[in-house]
């Protein structure tokens, strides 16, 4: 062969492949909210150990799709619409305070950080792929929670946002459209972030986050309630 024909393959681990299995799983509801996940079960049914399901389980568990509590066993998180906003009504709080910390804190560096991340959101929604979308707008957010320089905060936020991010993908069959229509606000509302810091206008920045959070949680009170 003269030329290349085949473009070089991408490695992809195995837990890669078991918590995009498990993913999709629960996304397509084969395994359904509440429902206890039993490592032993898993690692049969994929022919993998047990010590690889229970890596998967603590990526699952860091991107918010299930629970783990000691003695107790794992779970697949469930979160009724109530829930989604009680969790906004926290976030509309905690998250403009992460913002105010961090405004003042944040270096150069730091925002060159930020804007890779938001240019990664935006190439992943030209792509019109909502699944890298919402990994990428996550990582936005979870690095100005590490600028904030309050670890608690960021605890608090870890604890009570990240699940959202899991329903977002688990639901994104439905109302797809309405979706891209919040990822559109989502990308506009990173950039303005960006500019509020460069410009250190920390109060923008904070007023930013807020008005975007109750934007957010008006559109999840419709559109949760329409695909229940």
Same mark, same amino acid.
């Given at each position: 062969m003269s030329s290349t024909v085949f473009q070089r393959l991408e490695p992809i681990s195995k837990k890669?492949?078991?918590?995009?299995?498990?993913?999709?799983?629960?996304?397509s509801g084969l395994i359904q909210p509440g429902q206890t996940i039993v490592e032993a079960k898993v690692a049969q049914?994929?022919?993998?150990?047990?010590?690889l399901i229970r890596? +998967?389980?603590?990526?699952?568990?860091?991107?918010? !799709?299930?629970?783990?509590?000691? @003695?107790?066993?794992?779970?697949?998180?469930?979160?009724?619409?109530?829930?989604?906003?009680?969790?906004?009504?926290?976030?509309?709080?905690?998250e403009p305070l992460a913002v105010s910390f961090a405004g003042p804190r944040v270096s150069e560096?730091?925002?060159?950080e930020l804007k890779q991340l938001a240019?990664?959101?935006?190439?992943? +929604?030209?792509?019109?792929?909502l699944d890298r979308? !919402?990994?990428?707008?996550?990582? @936005?957010?979870?690095?100005i929670w590490e600028f904030s320089g309050n670890r608690y905060l960021q605890q608090a936020l870890e604890r009570a946002v990240v699940?959202?991010?899991a329903l977002y993908f688990i639901r994104r069959s439905h109302k797809r459209e309405g979706i891209f229509t919040t990822v559109t606000d989502c990308i506009a509302h990173q950039d303005a972030i960006i500019a509020a810091f460069k410009a250190a206008d920390f109060s923008l920045?904070?007023?930013?986050?807020?008005?975007f959070l109750i934007r957010t949680k008006a559109y999840l009170k419709t559109a949760l309630a329409a695909t229940d």
């Open positions: 890669t492949r078991v918590v995009a299995s498990m993913k999709e799983a629960i996304a049914e994929l022919g993998v150990g047990q010590g890596e +998967a389980l603590i990526e699952l568990e860091h991107q918010g !799709f299930i629970r783990r509590t000691p @003695f107790s066993g794992t779970e697949v998180v469930r979160i009724s619409p109530d829930d989604a906003q009680q969790i906004f009504e926290i976030r509309c709080v905690l560096p730091q925002i060159e240019e990664n959101a935006k190439a992943a +929604a030209n792509d019109r792929d979308f !919402f990994e990428s707008h996550l990582a @936005f957010r979870r690095k699940p959202l991010y920045a904070t007023t930013t986050a807020r008005d």
